[in-house]
């Protein structure tokens, strides 16, 4: 009976604390790369994209179950090659080179975009 309760008082805090997550306050720490920051290295893409074509785009929200090591240089942006298979328009951020850890030393994260509605 009692493990039953608190296997139940675990989950609701399970609950709570994934109901708070948000890419808001997802943020980088020393040892991981925040989605927050991934999603704004694609919105400055996007903007400069934007700027130079017809065409007008905005960006949406990274797949929340990424976790990547932080990285150890400046985040770079680039349009998802079709060559990969893709098939909606994303913003590929890179990472040239992660914070030394025992997973990756390199990544890239698929950040997908789509064209802002028409104005009439």
Do not use: Y
């Not at 698929?110 to 064209?115: F, G």
Request: hydrophobic letters at 45%; proline letters at 8%; glycine letters at 4%.
């Amino acid at each position: 009976m009692l493990r039953s309760i608190l296997l139940t008082i675990a989950l609701s805090a399970c609950a709570a604390c994934l109901a708070s997550w948000s890419i808001e306050t997802d943020r980088s720490t020393p040892d991981k790369h925040g989605l927050f920051e991934i999603r704004e290295e694609a919105r400055r893409f996007i903007a400069q994209e934007n700027a130079k074509r017809l065409e007008q785009w905005d960006v949406l929200e990274p797949n929340a179950k990424v976790l990547v090591p932080r990285c150890a240089v400046p985040l770079l942006a680039q349009w998802m090659p079709k060559s990969l298979g893709g098939s909606k328009a994303s913003v590929t951020v890179i990472c040239a080179a992660a914070v030394p850890n025992g997973v990756m030393k390199r990544w890239d994260v698929h950040v997908p975009v789509e064209r802002k509605p028409a104005r009439p």
